[in-house]
Structure formats: structure tokens, C-alpha cells
T-cell receptor
Framework: GENVEQHPSTLSVQEGDSAVIKCTYS??????FPWYKQELGKGPQLIID?????GEKKDQRIAVTLNKTAKHFSLHITETQPEDSAVYFC?????????FGAGTRLTVKP | DAGVIQSPRHEVTEMGQEVTLRCKPI?????LFWYRQTMMRGLELLIY????????DSGMPEDRFSAKMPNASFSTLKIQPSEPRDSAVYFC????????????FGEGSRLTVL
């Protein structure tokens, strides 16, 4: 089955700096790669996703890149703000079997 | 807006008791998922339904766990008997159709088994 590794487990940045979170996956059949943000006491919420036929996608301050050959994908947040502080999860999916990474706790210091 | 209502939000029970967690989708969907979240194991898929039919329950840890979806507006996850290692946050999530991608999660049910 799919195995998703996520790094780092914790990340602390100064407001305005960039944050990068990286994930690798094992199953070459995976074709959908979402990123979720989870705030304290809430369920995960989708922030951006990418499909296997695309190498990069951007939405305002958030971007995701995918390297299918190397089986890794990354989340980039620019101009970080304190409200970006949360736990971020990557995931890889094939046919409704979505596997999540262990999560990255991002802290943005004002 | 897509959404899911879960109840109870918090439950504390004693080992051996039956626990029933509830999920009520409040928008159209084709798929419903139950996930469990713990510090040690992260987010794990337990089971999912397509049009109210269970499709894959390979993530259900033991026979003590069962899930039902009697109609499109309601699903339950039952643990009988409960054990301390079942303590976790249980999430219900919906997806509109197979290829749209996004999962809409509820706010979760935090279960503590003493």
C-alpha cells in the first residue's frame, strides 16, 4: 500500500518568511496529491491540491510542486502570517485510497 | 456549502462500554469516509461508503468496530466493547464524486476510553 513521508514534523518561521514542507510517496499509481490545514479543534481543510498530470500549481501565497519521477511533492507558503500557524498534512491518493503524511506543525512568529 | 455534522464532539467512557459516533452530511455527496486520528498513527482511513454501500473496510482495526450508513443523510461508527487504545479523534468526511478530490471533514468526535 501507499506510504507517505512528511518532513519536517515541526517548523517555526518569522512572519513574512517562506515555509516549505516536503512529502514523498511510494505508490507510483497515486495520482492526486492534496494538502490539508488543520487548526486546533477542527477537522482538516483542503488548501490546495495537484494532480499527476501537472507539475506545479499556485494559489496566491500557496504553491505546490510535484515531481512524479522522484515521487515527491512540496508545499510552499510565501509571506507567512500568524494565521498560517496550524498543522499541515500532505496526502497521496489512488482510487479513493487516500494516505496522509504524519503532519507538520507550522508556527509563524509575529 | 458542503459540510458534515458529527456528534458527540466529546465522549468519555469506561472500558467495555459501547460507543456510537454519528455523522450527518448536510450537503450532496457520493462518498462518506470515517477516519481516526491519533498522535502515534496520524490520520487513518477506517472505512468508506459509496452511495451508502460500504466499499472498503480494510482499515477497520478489529471486529469491535462496525459502521453503517442506513441512508444518505446519516452514518454511525460503533465500537463495542471499547478499549483505552481506541481513544482518538474520529472524523467523518464526504466527497461529492470520485474525481473531484476534496474531502470535507467534520469537526471530529474526541473519544476517551478510561
Amino acid at each position: 500500500g501507499e506510504n507517505v513521508e512528511q518532513h519536517p514534523s515541526t517548523l517555526s518561521v518569522q512572519e513574512g518568511d517562506s515555509a516549505v514542507i516536503k512529502c514523498t510517496y511510494s505508490d507510483s499509481a497515486s495520482n492526486y496529491f492534496p494538502w490539508y490545514k488543520q487548526e486546533l479543534g477542527k477537522g482538516p481543510q483542503l488548501i490546495i491540491d495537484i494532480r499527476s498530470n501537472v507539475g506545479e500549481k499556485k494559489d496566491q501565497r500557496i504553491a505546490v510542486t510535484l515531481n512524479k519521477t522522484a515521487k515527491h511533492f512540496s508545499l510552499h507558503i510565501t509571506e507567512t502570517q500568524p494565521e498560517d500557524s496550524a498543522v499541515y498534512f500532505c496526502a497521496a491518493e489512488d482510487n479513493n485510497d487516500m494516505r496522509f503524511g504524519a503532519g507538520t506543525r507550522l508556527t509563524v512568529k509575529p | 456549502d458542503a459540510g458534515v455534522i458529527q456528534s458527540p464532539r466529546h465522549e468519555v467512557t469506561e472500558m467495555g462500554q459501547e460507543v456510537t459516533l454519528r455523522c450527518k452530511p448536510i450537503s450532496g455527496h457520493d462518498y462518506l469516509f470515517w477516519y481516526r486520528q491519533t498522535m502515534m498513527r496520524g490520520l487513518e482511513l477506517l472505512i468508506y461508503f459509496n452511495n451508502n454501500v460500504p466499499i472498503d473496510d480494510s482499515g477497520m482495526p478489529e471486529d469491535r468496530f462496525s459502521a453503517k450508513m442506513p441512508n444518505a443523510s446519516f452514518s454511525t461508527l460503533k465500537i463495542q466493547p471499547s478499549e483505552p487504545r481506541d481513544s482518538a479523534v474520529y472524523f467523518c468526511a464526504i466527497r461529492r464524486a470520485r474525481n473531484t478530490g476534496e474531502l470535507f471533514f467534520g469537526e471530529g468526535s474526541r473519544l476517551t476510553v478510561l
